[in-house]
DNA sequence: GTGAATGCAAAACCTTTGCAACTGG
DNA sequence: CCAGTTGCAAAGGTTTTGCATTCAC
């Protein structure tokens, strides 16, 4: 990891907060939630600096930030192209990949000239598990 | 527009912020955007009911509100679907409309059985002019 | 050794809330 | 009239910042 960070100094903290991000990544971590296991496994950690690292890391690409309406900001170490899905039933957040040789901006009437640099896609509804339980249970 | 508030009840507040949020349009304006110019023209108003207002209008389906990264919310008029594009030049945001007939979900590989009920998709780059700027300057 | 990174606390920012006063139907 | 809406001010949650201290290189 050290080298993927560009030059930039490898501190116990950086390291301790992208192994936690990878350790929870099924969840998409908050930084609060970073900040949590962090300070469990290293007390003397502090939230400005969990906060300072996911930045750095999501700078250096090794982690992406993931935003979904007003909610906090998720982390994910998933750096595949993918869009993410938010259960409202369960709350829970799961990566989406893109199809095989798929382009994500091909249903968009984009403006000739348009230069790409970033897309964000969010989705929000009901996941497969929770819907089996409500044909079980409605 | 009263009408389409489904038996609530129409304010001056809520026409006024409605028709800011149309004549606002094409700049995607923020609450205190919206507020700025609503103040402008009723000096009584309060922020609290411009959010107000918009969550109401939001709920109601009359405008959308539009989230990228973390910033400030955005709310506009257009109820087609649309994806936004914000040009990391000049800070504007545009529509970006639904190709005939495409599905925005196609390129995704959603898990079989989910419901979605929600797609938010945003990019970010740089806008056709901002190019051309940039083309006749570098 | 030295500049970069940390920890702490305070501030910034956007947004929501509680409540008394007001008003649309 | 009176429930729904407003205006105000205060609080909420997330994220950023300033600065003295510590640490990686």
Redesign the interface.
Known sequence: MAEMLGGQRMTKQRRLVFDVVKELSPTHPTASTVYERAKYLMPSISLATVYNVLETLTEAGIIT?V????EA?RFCPNLHPH?H?FC?QCDSV?D????ER???????????????????????????EC??KNDATG
């Not at 935003?67 to 007003?70: A, L, P």
């Not at 989406?96 to 199809?99: I, P, S």
């Not at 249903?107 to 897309?119: F, H, V």
Request: glycine residues 4%; hydrophobic residues 40%.
């Open positions: 930030q935003n979904i309406d007003r900001s869009a899905f409202d799961f989406v990949d893109l199809r798929a382009d994500a901006a091909e249903p968009w009437n984009l403006p000739n000239g348009s230069l790409i640099e970033q897309m964000n896609v969010a989705m929000r509804g009901i996941c497969p819907r089996e």
